[in-house]
């Protein structure tokens, strides 16, 4: 077991995963030679060589169709858009192709293709650096999504769908890269796609969210336990298909629910957790339930002022959860 | 005056969250200039020199050669004349000062929320027969939340009350009981209220007389009558209008509408769009005077007499020549809305130029109306009665209704305004089953 950070986590589940099965490659803009602008896939170029870490063009629907076909004859490519802002593109592909392949083939074909794609703001990105786009693909049956919080997590994650046979798009959060750093065995296990992970016990405040929101939650959590505020973290981990049960569970813990995503709200992966909540649990309730998110504007502004106001941080999230828990 | 300010580790680049010091450039007691590089910061992604924020002299070194420090730490202390980074200092000791003395509401003072129970709160409460009104709420304005019901079962307190269920129930229809809002419909109560009454026995004077303070908007409407009849010199003209398909096609759209829109469709947006289309056709209709000249108002703002128990006001639909028969039926009752709540803004109130006023709502079916000043007439739309018409040298039962037009006799005359109602009478009339209100 080592400390080690998200995006060593990351690397070391892609280079695992080429060494146990020849058949996973990766490809996208820069993974090769440069080793990605993040250096997330640095040095599998020299250990794997170029056919197993393709540079391609700068065409994020060539990318996503050219791994949808090798992966439809067998391969397991894992694709990576460099900012999930580029993936806009490719989402035909990703949409009407990989996501219907075994529902049209009756079976016949599959696609066993992994996305990753960096979400995220708060790095001085601006608008196309900064996006979120899990709302995009969120609704489309036929697709799995996947959005770790913990390097734990984003290494047993990505393993598991490397080896899952239908496509799965794995949004890793680029501020989590350096900033979120943790545990991570050094053997090979892989964390389940569709459960949620408590990430701490609580008693009067639920909170549910994934990716770098967490981060937040995580502090404010702790400083509030000390004004006497018990909170109960869910991580969902996975946000296609959702896990209901985890998440009726943690809820039905204190009757008082948050969700959390920097997404925007309208739409937004917390509006689907909190109708399956309202359908759910409407007797378990003692407060309505309440959504931090990031505002319905079009675009992460790039003036730091704007970028501040638009991110959440641990005090917009300690308020809402104090908000909450003195309803 | 000289302040010490902080020099920071910037977001050099994304997915950037710590930096190492490479070498100090700049030491304590030496000069810096604004955009002067202090020291060099080693990323992982670039090395950098790292500008200085401000211009001042160096004071002292916080983070030493070699360290890593996460984004945001201030790594050296700079004195700089002035007090203009002063601020954020002071915002951020006001923010941590407001939030600790954020603390539990005190349940023992007022509490609106101490009536409102969870679905959670109800269940438990039903679970454990447990009567509410012993619970203590420690929630937002004492409201009772889960937990306090947990505690108090854990206290084993209330066993023996088994009617809890009862309690719960008369909770809550005593939060029923607020008083409901008209929001639609021109009509007023059947006992009107007098307002501020001050009763004074005089002696030997009878059964004494009331005395009613006049109010400021009682003022105001004072005022403006007795200017606009003592400026213009008013005259008086009425038309009578066969609404009978009018009617019918009101009755035949008026539910779907209520469904659609939520919202009454009334006669009143029928016949303003009538109006609206007159004036068009009539624009010295929409004008005032400005005593060398007569001013044609471009905008058609129809200014809409509103009624309420103790006054009138006429707010208005600005550019009402825009909008067609539903999106009038909205307007209208919004601001009929927003004058019985009392939101009525100052915009709401200006613009006006040319004033409908619904008399019908009231059971009038013809009235004699002083013109809004300036304005350079008013209409009135009277009540819509069935009477015999002779149609053809035959009897008809028709729904009939009267217009009222007070004029100013300054700008208007005999001739236009009759041209004027003669077309508002024909708009009104070619109404049919077939007409659209969108």
Redesign the interface.
């Known amino acids: 077991m080592a400390a080690m950070d998200y ?1 060593d986590a990351i690397r070391l589940a892609m280079k695992e995963e080429m060494e146990r099965d020849e058949d996973v490659f990766v490809l996208g803009e820069d993974v090769g030679v440069k080793g990605g602008v ?2 997330t896939t640095k040095g599998l170029i020299e250990q794997f060589g170029e056919m197993r870490a393709l540079d391609t063009p700068l065409a994020e629907s060539a990318i996503a169709g050219v791994a949808i076909g090798a992966a439809m004859y067998g391969m397991k490519p894992i694709a990576e858009m460099q900012y999930s802002d580029f993936m806009f593109p490719a989402t035909n592909q990703i949409i009407s192709e990989a996501a219907k392949i075994r529902y049209r083939s009756n079976n016949d074909w599959t696609c066993p293709l992994v996305i990753r794609a960096p979400i995220g703001g708060g ?3 601006g608008l196309y ?1 900064s996006q979120c786009p899990e709302s995009v693909f969120f609704g489309t049956p036929g697709l799995k999504i996947v959005a770790p919080y913990r390097p734990y997590d984003a290494k047993g994650l990505l393993k598991a769908a490397v080896r899952d046979p239908d496509p799965v798009i794995y949004f890793e959060n ?2 989590c ?3 979120v750093n943790g545990d991570v065995p050094e053997t090979d296990y892989t964390v389940p796609i569709g459960k949620a992970n408590v990430l701490r016990e609580g ?2 405040i639920t909170v549910i969210g994934y990716s770098m929101p967490l981060y937040f939650v995580e502090q404010a959590a702790e400083e509030l336990a000390v004004e006497g505020i018990s909170t109960h973290i869910l991580d969902l981990r996975t946000l296609q298909p959702l896990d209901k049960n985890g998440i009726l569970e943690a809820v039905k813990k ?3 629910v948050l969700i959390i995503h920097e997404d925007n709200k309208t739409g937004g992966v917390g509006a689907e957790v909190s109708a399956i909540i309202a359908e759910e649990l ?6 309505p339930i309440m959504r931090l998110c990031g505002p319905d504007v079009p675009a992460m502004p790039i003036n730091p002022p704007g970028e501040k106001f638009f991110m959440l941080n641990k ?1 917009k999230v ?2 809402a959860m ?1 908000h909450l828990a ?2 | 005056m000289k302040t010490l300010t902080e020099i920071v580790v910037p977001q050099l680049a994304e997915s950037l969250v710590s930096a190492t010091i490479d070498k100090w450039l700049k030491q304590p007691g030496d000069w810096i200039d604004i955009y002067e590089p202090v020291c060099e910061i080693l990323t992982d992604k670039v090395n950098a020199e790292l500008p200085s924020t401000v211009a001042g002299k160096m004071v002292k070194i916080l983070v030493g050669k070699g360290e890593t420090v996460p984004v945001g730490t201030a790594i050296c202390l700079v004195e700089t004349e002035g007090g203009a980074n002063e601020e954020q200092p002071v915002q951020a000791g006001a923010v941590t000062a407001a939030q600790t003395t954020t603390g539990f509401p005190d349940s023992a003072q007022d509490a609106p929320m101490r009536g409102r129970f969870s679905p959670a709160v109800q269940q438990l409460a039903a679970e454990h027969s447990v009567r509410l009104t012993e619970v203590t709420g420690t929630g937002l304005g004492g409201r009772i939340t889960r937990k306090d019901v947990l505690a108090y079962v854990a206290s084993g307190a209330g066993k023996s009350n088994s009617a809890a269920g009862a309690a719960t129930a008369a909770a809550q229809s005593a939060v029923d009981a607020a008083a409901q809002v008209r929001s639609s419909g021109l009509h007023l109560t059947e006992t009107p209220r007098l307002p501020k009454i001050e009763v004074e026995g005089f002696a030997g004077a009878g059964r004494g007389d009331s005395f009613i303070d006049v109010t400021p908007i009682r003022n105001t409407i004072a005022r403006n009558m007795r200017q606009s009849v003592s400026e213009i010199p008013h005259a008086w003209t009425m038309i009578e209008v066969d609404v009978t398909n009018l009617v019918l096609l009101r009755n035949k759209l008026k539910d779907e509408f209520m469904k659609r829109e939520g919202i009454n469709l009334t006669y009143l947006a029928f016949l303003l769009k009538a109006v609206v289309n007159a004036i068009k056709d009539f624009p010295i209709m929409n004008s005032m005077w400005a005593v060398d000249k007569i001013i044609v108002k471009r905008d058609i703002n129809i200014s809409l007499a509103v009624g309420t128990e103790d006054s009138v006001l006429t707010p208005v639909i600005k550019n009402a020549d825009h909008k067609n028969v539903a999106g009038l039926a909205k307007e209208i009752d919004e601001l009929a809305r927003k004058t019985r709540e009392g939101k009525l803004t100052l915009s709401d109130m200006q613009g006006g130029t040319f004033t409908v006023n619904n008399t019908g709502s009231f059971g009038s079916i013809l009235s004699y109306p002083i013109i809004n000043y300036p304005q350079a007439a008013i209409l009135t739309f009277e009540s819509i009665v069935k009477r015999p018409v002779v149609i053809n040298d035959m009897l008809a039962v028709r729904s009939m209704a009267n217009l009222c037009l007070s004029l100013d006799h300054r700008i208007l005359d005999g001739v236009i305004c009759g041209r004027f109602l003669q077309r508002v009478k024909d708009n009104l009339e070619s109404f049919n089953q077939e007409s659209k209100l969108y």
Not at chain 1, 282 to 287: C, K, N, Q, R
Request: proline share 0%.
């Open positions: 995006i993040f250096t790095i001085f990105g650096h680029k501020k890269y350096k900033l008693e009067d204190t009757g008082k409407l007797y378990e309730l003692d407060a005090d300690k308020e104090r003195q309803y």
